[in-house]
């Protein structure tokens, strides 16, 4: 089974900073399973989820327009950990935040999900 455990949301002031961990756990054999594409989402309240950002394994990265240059994605492949780095806040970035692994096992892909963790963001 695949595992994926978000942590560090919380609440912040406007102009503040977070930083969200999402680790990666296998109860598998990992030589058979890779972490490809990971993603951050977040949904805010009566909307719909929507991407923040995505990181590829190699590192390449797409950010949605409302984060630029204010949120980093980044991981750790050794680690099978991926972060966000949340800069500059605005309340507007209040949401549940979850993020998501494509791992493939063998030649299969499948995608997982991690629970959110809440960001509140206070003017």
């Known amino acids: 089974q695949v595992q994926l455990v978000a942590s560090g949301g919380g609440l912040a002031q406007a102009g503040g900073s977070l930083r969200l961990s999402c680790a990666v756990s296998?109860?598998?054999?990992?030589?058979?399973?890779?972490?490809?594409?990971m993603a951050w989402y977040r949904q805010a309240p009566e909307q719909q989820r929507e991407l923040v950002a995505r990181i590829t394994r190699d590192g390449s990265t797409t950010y949605a327009e409302p984060v630029k240059g204010r949120f980093t994605i980044s991981r750790d492949n050794a680690k099978n950990t991926m972060y966000l780095q949340m800069n500059s806040l605005t309340p507007e970035d209040t949401a549940v935040y979850y993020c998501y692994s494509e791992i493939r096992h063998g030649t299969v892909p499948a995608d997982y999900w991690g629970q959110g963790t809440p960001v509140t963001v206070s003017s």
């Open positions: 296998f109860s598998e054999n990992i030589i058979t399973s890779s972490v490809n594409d």
